[in-house]
């Protein structure tokens, strides 16, 4: 027994000073099934387009990774959506109508159609669109919501969940913490949440999931939200009654889930957290929640530290359990987590 725990304790320091398989000195995070080689700056990045914060990410049912970024201003395209292959060979690039505003990114396949919902913060809106660009409908400031309805307060919508249902619920996480309920066609439902600390309701409601790795014949869909300028997650009803907190988390932004019902958490305190079906914390990878992160991120790509994160924005699986990271630094950076 003594010395099989001294062998286990030898293995995280030697996987993670030697080479890995493919020969490369790549770092390495996790431990066990949830292993991950770290390739920072992913995707060949045409000359002509320079990232400014990237924010969102996504992956669609051919395998094709989507990027959403602000774009730097010595950019000469000013497209915001940047396409890659699987192997981060560029394939096109279009949105620049996002520009300055490109935000909260989600993906879904409707009947034999996938689209994108795209969240602009700074023009205020919520844009539905085909994989290529083609708006399909757009919601602007939500005026039919009562608490909008009497006089204007702060709208930025950040990031979108769809139920099952179709229902799209927004979250209002740079404006007034307020979330905003649309059924498929975004005729407006209700509105929850709003500003401020106790069960219900939210303080930057920055992402949101609706969370539906559980049998819904025993456990019901449930909203999952970022409630990041509280420090925590919060679950709620579909119909936006709250149940109760999730812990492990600092600055939680966002969700996806994988098809074993993990879950990756990018967390703008430096650090990617997984989390399993039950919400218990598995993993906090390239954790540096240490750092002085909010000086970092403004720096220069040669100042990042490889292996550490600086602050995880967006985060996803695609289809064999990867996992790609686009974090809020002002030079933009995408990593890609290759599971081993």
Not at 93 to 113: D, N, P, V
């Amino acid at each position: 027994m003594q010395r099989r725990t001294f062998l286990t304790g030898l293995a995280a320091p030697l996987i993670l000073g030697a080479q890995n398989k493919s020969g490369s000195n790549k770092p390495i995070l996790g431990s066990a099934a949830h292993t991950y080689e770290v390739t920072h700056d992913w995707g060949a990045v045409p000359a002509n387009i320079k990232y400014g914060n990237t924010h969102g990410v996504c992956v669609d049912s051919q395998g094709r990774v989507y990027i959403h970024h602000t774009v730097n201003d010595a950019s000469e395209s000013h497209d915001t959506m940047v396409v890659f292959d699987s192997n981060g060979r560029f394939i096109k690039s279009w949105g620049a109508a996002f520009r300055g505003g490109a935000h909260g990114l989600h993906i879904r396949k409707e009947g034999s159609q996938e689209f994108l919902y795209l969240c602009d913060t700074k023009r205020a809106v919520v844009v539905k669109s085909t994989l290529d660009g083609e708006e399909v409908f757009m919601l602007g400031y939500p005026s039919m919501a009562e608490p909008y309805s009497h006089g204007y307060i702060k709208y930025s919508p950040t990031n979108v969940a769809i139920a099952p249902n179709g229902d799209l619920y927004v979250g209002d996480g740079y404006g007034s913490s307020y979330i905003n309920q649309y059924n498929a066609k975004g005729d407006y439902i209700r509105t929850f949440g709003g500003k401020g600390t106790g069960p219900g309701q939210l303080d930057c409601p920055h992402g949101l999931v609706v969370d539906t790795r559980h049998d819904p014949h025993t456990v019901p869909p449930v909203l999952l939200v970022a409630d990041r300028g509280n420090h925590r997650i919060q679950r709620f009803t579909l119909d936006g009654k709250h149940i109760d907190f999730v812990a492990g988390t600092n600055l939680p932004c966002h969700f996806n889930f994988y098809k074993n019902g993990d879950a990756v958490v990018p967390d703008l305190g430096a650090r990617v957290t997984l989390l399993d079906r039950d919400n218990n914390v598995i993993e906090n990878l390239g954790d540096d929640s240490q750092s002085k992160w909010g000086d970092t991120r403004k720096l220069s790509r040669d100042q990042f530290t490889p292996g550490k994160f600086v602050c995880p924005h967006g985060a996803c699986f695609d289809h064999e359990g990867n996992i790609f990271v686009v974090e809020w630094v002002e030079v933009g950076r995408v990593s890609k987590l290759r599971r081993v």
